[in-house]
């Protein structure tokens, strides 16, 4: 597979990359033949060609640190995924002010700060592929998710900004933006039984279509969107959102 995506020999940095989507979007990419800096807050156990780097993406100091480091150790960056995130549920009148700020210190100025590094180095090579994990969220509103929901739209933008920006220098820019998928963030939100089959169905009484394909994505559907998106097969794509959420938005 490693030939037929481009991906054999390219450096790719992924956030988030300890658990959940983030873990498999570094593994999927290690698979490719690609080699890994998997960045998280606390560093993973290496295997392979997935190295570790521990960070915070909210520490703009740590991620030019990690950076350097990954360009030093593994070689000049090609690839990189934003897919650290928080969840902190909350209705817009219960939301605290240290919730909001924590929420898009991750999910919005984290990203900015990631891509911003990154691209740095990219433009002046001519060559890159940045790929954002944002959320369908971003397309109708939930109840009880505004701030996750507002950091993810902002992070929506921002990367399709950077997209444009930069699409003279050769550095594409794109966004894969899941539905509801089975992490530990996911299962978080599931209070009682039968978790699964009532997302699958959605919710009349807080206004949630439920998924009409029928099924709960696994972190890999969305692993194999980011594969796609960085690899040669597309490279006319750029400032693209593409939802992976089984159709629970109905194309909104």
């Not at 150790?73 to 909350?90: H, N, Q, S, T």
């Not at 089959?197 to 194999?224: H, N, Q, S």
Request: charged fraction near 20%; aromatic fraction near 4%; proline fraction near 4%.
């Amino acid at each position: 597979m490693g030939g037929e995506t481009g991906l054999t020999g390219k450096v790719a940095v992924v956030t988030g990359a300890a658990r959940g989507i983030g873990a498999a979007i570094a593994g999927a990419l290690a698979r490719e033949g690609a080699t890994v800096a998997a960045v998280d807050i606390e560093a993973g156990v290496a295997g392979g060609a997935v190295v570790p780097f521990a960070a915070d993406v909210a520490d703009p100091a740590a991620i030019a640190r990690v950076v350097d480091e990954v360009e030093r150790d593994l070689g000049p960056i090609d690839i990189g995924v934003c897919a650290a995130g928080v969840l902190r549920p909350a209705s817009v009148c219960d939301t605290r002010d240290e919730d909001w700020a924590a929420t898009f210190a991750v999910n919005a100025t984290g990203v900015l700060t990631v891509l911003r590094e990154v691209s740095r180095r990219m433009v002046p090579r001519g060559r890159g592929a940045l790929v954002t994990v944002g959320s369908n969220a971003v397309g109708v509103p939930r109840a009880g998710m505004a701030a996750y929901a507002a950091s993810k739209a902002a992070a929506t933008m921002l990367t399709r900004c950077l997209g444009l920006e930069l699409a003279g220098s050769g550095v594409r820019c794109n966004v894969v933006s899941p539905g509801s998928t089975d992490t530990e963030m996911q299962r978080a939100l599931w209070t009682g039984g039968n978790g699964p089959e009532r997302v699958i169905a959605g919710d009349a009484e807080r206004f949630r279509v439920g998924i009409p394909l029928g099924r709960i994505a696994d972190p890999d559907d969305i692993a194999d969107a980011v594969v796609f998106l960085v690899s040669d097969r597309a490279r006319h794509i750029t400032m693209q959102n593409l939802y992976v959420d089984g159709g629970a938005t109905l194309c909104a």
